[in-house]
T-cell receptor
Framework: DTAVSQTPKYLVTQMGNDKSIKCEQN?????MYWYKQDSKKFLKIMFS???????INETVPNRFSPKSPDKAHLNLHINSLELGDSAVYFC?????????????FGQGTRLTVV | DAKTTQPPSMDCAEGRAANLPCNHS???????VYWYRQIHSQGPQYIIH???NNETNEMASLIITEDRKSSTLILPHATLRDTAVYYC??????????????FGGGTRLMVKP
């Protein structure tokens, strides 16, 4: 079974559309994340969510919003898509154990805005 | 979180040990050293982590200097499948949404036949 799964794997859409990327983890972790990897391959944290505590990277536009229906899911909603939103988006989860944390990542969603 | 410095790229011959250095001179006493890698088109993968002592698992060994200002990830017998970008990250331990990973540029390791 896949530990952290994202859907869809590929998403092509037009500017101005609204889209969602889904993420599910079956590890029982209590913290989930969204990362963005741009064309230059830099991985940047977007959101971190734990027990209804949301940490937002201040550089993320408010067109992006995470939604967590339950502990196992953290979906990413994007409104009014722009060309610059094209990137690979990774979901991850982690659970603090003994003072350290190992994060598990999904396989990514490649978003292309045309 | 403390910042890290890694060489942008390294080559290694297949079957030889790959030694990837990382400088973290501003590391705090409660910060751990983590290593992740990202194979092309895949999500990052956890490798190993440590606080003060050297650590070894089935994937790699982590050597941390006594002053904790630098560390080395060792892949003892590199294979072609180890070709990836390797990220060294330092972060504090503890639960909560604020405990996220901050990725730098990493080291692109190319294992050659």
């Amino acid at each position: 079974d896949t530990a952290v799964s994202q859907t869809p794997k590929y998403l092509v859409t037009q500017m101005g559309n609204d889209k969602s990327i889904k993420c599910e983890q079956n590890l029982g972790h209590d913290t989930m994340y969204w990362y963005k990897q741009d064309s230059k391959k830099f991985l940047k944290i977007m959101f971190s969510y734990n027990n209804k505590e949301l940490i937002i990277n201040e550089t993320v536009p408010n067109r992006f919003s995470p939604k967590s229906p339950d502990k196992a899911h953290l979906n990413l909603h994007i409104n009014s898509l722009e060309l610059g939103d094209s990137a690979v988006y990774f979901c991850a989860s982690s659970q603090e154990r003994g003072g350290t944390t190992e994060a598990f990542f999904g396989q990514g969603t490649r978003l292309t805005v045309v | 979180d403390a910042k890290t410095t890694q060489p942008p790229s390294m080559d290694c011959a297949e079957g030889r040990a790959a030694n990837l250095p990382c400088n973290h001179s501003t590391i705090s006493g409660n910060e751990y050293v983590y290593w992740y890698r990202q194979i092309h088109s895949q999500g990052p993968q956890y490798i190993i982590h440590g606080l003060k002592n050297n650590e070894t698992n089935e994937m790699a060994s982590l050597i941390i200097t006594e002053d904790r200002k630098s560390s080395t990830l060792i892949l003892p017998h590199a294979t072609l499948r180890d070709t990836a970008v390797y990220y060294c990250i330092v972060r504090v331990a503890g639960p909560g949404a604020g405990n996220m990973l901050t990725f730098g540029g990493g080291t692109r390791l190319m294992v050659k036949p």
